[in-house]
């Protein structure tokens, strides 16, 4: 189950990640489109995030914020770039309250997500992550290997 | 907290595009195994003594590899440091989403088995 197979091109800063599961295309879009859902798995365990807005149309934006173990607020947004439910989203991610206005030093991505339904049942999900240059793969991995770091911690802290 | 330096991005830039070419991929594999003279490294490939030249100085400019002169020869050999990071990279973005895609099989689960589940 989840994740089959990882591609990756360094030359165009791409990734792809390619997962299996056995539920049908619609409940899998479900995970994606609806906000509750989303909540309970685009943060890590100590930064839940919070979907304040959502409207998935062309155009439209999703704001989000994560509540750190300190009650620290990091709010983030997708901005729709493309919808055609149940099978594809794409969207640019960003850092910040306001998607008209990306925080100063915080790259984007372009994230585009694509729903098949697999031979012999359930569903195959390819999720291509781009970054729009070096610089801006080094930021947000910068930032997802600190996320990374408390969330692990948070899970130990969790056990004693 | 944070156990990570950044890289000068302009770097980052010419290890990404050294890495691009797969005749450079194949000679860092090549030098990172066992240290070759420009010239030995040629006769490896069907292009030509120039071509492979070009390829070594992408790749040293870089720092993927280093060249030493050695009598009259210039020996080139991989530089291991130089491909952790790039590979590092690439790891790193690599767990935010698997640990991502841990979770988004759990809320589907979750879905299937109801609202309780989340109690």
């Known amino acids: ?160 | 907290m944070v156990a990570y330096t950044h890289p000068d991005a302009d770097a980052v830039d010419l290890l990404f595009h050294a890495l691009a070419d797969r005749t450079r991929r194949d000679i860092v594999a090549v030098v990172l195994r066992e240290e070759h003279s420009v010239s030995t490294l040629a006769r490896r490939y069907p292009t030509s003594f120039q071509a492979i030249q070009k390829h070594v100085a992408v790749l040293e400019r870089a720092g993927l590899v280093t060249k030493e002169a050695r009598g009259r020869e210039r020996l080139v050999r991989g530089d291991v440091d130089a491909i952790r990071r790039a590979q590092r990279l690439l790891d790193e973005l690599e767990v935010v989403w698997r640990e991502r895609i841990d979770r988004f099989g759990e809320a589907l689960a979750g879905l299937d088995q109801g609202a309780e589940a989340w109690q």
Do not use: N
């Open chain 1, 1 to 160: 189950m989840a994740v089959t197979r990882i591609d990756r091109d360094a030359q165009a800063l791409t990734m792809t990640v390619h997962a299996e599961f056995d539920a049908p295309l619609e409940r899998v879009w479900q995970v994606w489109a609806d906000p509750r859902q989303l909540e309970r798995w685009w943060g890590p365990p100590t930064y839940p995030a919070t979907v304040a807005d959502h409207d998935l149309a062309v155009g439209g934006a999703v704001r989000y914020f994560m509540t750190g173990p300190e009650g620290d607020v990091h709010w983030g947004w997708w901005r729709i770039r493309e919808v055609e439910p149940p099978r594809r989203l794409a969207f640019e991610d960003g850092f910040g309250e306001d998607p008209a206005a990306p925080a100063e030093g915080m790259p984007t991505m372009q994230v585009a997500v694509t729903l098949a339904e697999r031979d012999g049942g359930g569903t195959a999900m390819a999720i291509a992550s781009r970054f729009a240059s070096a610089e801006a793969m080094e930021q947000l991995l910068a930032m997802g290997m600190e996320e990374g770091i408390r969330a692990a911690v948070g899970q130990i802290d969790a056990l004693l």
